[in-house]
């Protein structure tokens, strides 16, 4: 009988993940307009001219900043991207958003699956890791997978943001333009914090299959379907203001994309004029974020874009629970295919 070793388990995981992200791509695109839609729309440049401010912010020390308009909805964001770009602009950035799901679903269940047997080995005697140790060996997993592919995620994220289509190697020149080889690591300190997301996600899905499943009873993909949902749930709505302030820093520059005509690949005039000069930053990190958010539009700001966010994670996570164990089953088959061809074990070892 055979298995899969870490690296099959790695193809495995890595491949559901695509095809879950790609079914629910356009939810991607959507939410992460939504994520970034506060901060252009509620904080006006401090020179708008006092004309065009409404008559009850003339008045001598008024502020100069127009109020917070109300949160933009799922689809609201939908009709808007229609309009202005139709069904392609729900898939800008969709190859870099796919390598981004494969390698980082790759890179995450290579690591888990190395981390949790380890630790296995480590402590023969133990018979079931329990809640905490299910959490932390997935915060370890997930935090090697982020530190070798966020810069997939960051390229993704610029594509989704800009208002035409523009190719991967323009959108990495134009960070690199922008803020050298760092730029390509932009929000790693909450994507590490968000570590916990995952680790979150499979550790309550081991607890929900033990209270769920019955001994000796089989996990079919309805029910993987079911208790996927539920988990991812859960980590979402924990996890949800720093996955908006992980978008928020990973967005353009606050000089770069000030208005709706401005995108990657197409640099505003004051940029143009000031190549030389470092840039304002938006935020000085993911806690400025939520500070500024809060301060805008409170608490119910920092979840602003979540019922986009919750649909399309719970979708994607459900379908990747549904499918991993079959895609396990083809994984296996085509890599003994390929061993024989080859004529050594590739990804797959004797039980």
């Known amino acids: 009988m055979s298995a899969l070793s870490p690296f099959g388990m790695a193809c495995a995981g890595a491949l559901g993940g695509c095809v879950s992200n790609a079914v629910v791509y356009p939810l991607d695109t959507i939410k992460t307009r939504i994520q970034t839609e506060v901060s252009s729309s509620n904080t006006p440049s401090s020179t708008t001219p006092a004309a065009s401010l409404p008559s009850a912010l003339k008045r001598p020390g008024a502020p100069r900043q127009l109020p917070a308009r109300k949160g933009i909805s799922a689809r609201q964001m939908l009709f808007r991207i229609l309009k202005q770009q139709g069904v392609a602009g729900l898939y800008r950035g969709f190859g870099a958003s796919m390598l981004n799901t494969f390698s980082m679903q790759f890179a995450y269940f290579y690591w888990y699956t190395i981390v949790r047997r380890t630790y296995l080995k480590r402590f023969p005697t133990v018979q079931a890791l329990n809640t905490v140790t299910e959490l932390a060996l997935g915060a370890l997993a997930a935090a090697f997978a982020q530190l070798f592919t966020i810069p997939v995620s960051v390229i993704a994220t610029r594509q989704q943001l800009a208002n035409k289509s523009v190719s991967f190697l323009t959108t990495l ?179």
């Open 173 to 351: 020149k134009d960070i690199l333009a922008d803020d050298g080889i760092t730029g390509l690591w932009r929000g790693l300190k909450p994507s590490l914090v968000l570590t916990i997301n995952p680790a979150i996600t499979y550790g309550m899905f081991e607890r929900l299959k033990t209270a769920f499943l019955k001994e000796g009873e089989k996990m079919t993909p309805g029910k993987a379907f079911v208790i996927g949902a539920l988990s991812k749930t859960m980590a979402t709505v924990v996890t949800y203001p720093y996955i908006m302030a992980k978008t928020r820093l990973q967005a353009k520059y606050e000089d770069d994309a000030p208005d709706e005509e401005a995108s990657i690949g197409a640099p505003s005039e004051k940029a143009k004029l000031l190549p030389k000069q470092k840039r304002k930053e938006r935020y000085s990190g993911a806690l400025d974020v939520l500070r500024q958010e809060y301060k805008q539009n409170g608490f119910a700001g920092w979840y602003q874009g979540m019922q986009a966010q919750i649909t399309k994670a719970v979708l994607s996570q459900a379908l990747l629970f549904g499918i991993k164990d079959l895609l396990e089953a083809y994984v296996v088959l085509s890599l003994i295919y390929y061993s024989k061809l080859r004529g050594a074990e590739v990804g797959i070892k004797k039980l």
